[in-house]
């Protein structure tokens, strides 16, 4: 199984509980990135996933839209 496939949670069974193929996915970077070094993010379904935007096979992290907002609320506040 590829890193962009393997299970994204513990929960079997559900929608999200595979990554989808990272490739097939559509990236953003922020408008404010000025350079090569930021992450890229896409959405799968309730998921949020991030990948490094330099080494894009390097793997995909996917999290909750939920914790995602909480993550960028809190960078938004710093």
Do not use: H, Q, Y
Request: aromatic share 2%; net charge negative.
């Amino acid at each position: 199984m590829s890193r962009a496939a393997r299970p994204a949670s513990a929960t079997a069974g559900t929608e999200d509980a595979i990554v989808p193929d990272a490739a097939a996915c559509v990236w953003r970077t922020a408008s404010a990135s000025e350079n090569t070094e930021c992450v890229e993010v896409s959405s799968a379904g309730s998921r949020v996933l991030i990948r490094d935007s330099k080494d894009v096979a390097s793997g995909v992290i996917a999290v909750p839209r939920r914790v995602f907002g909480e993550l960028v609320a809190r960078l938004r506040d710093e």
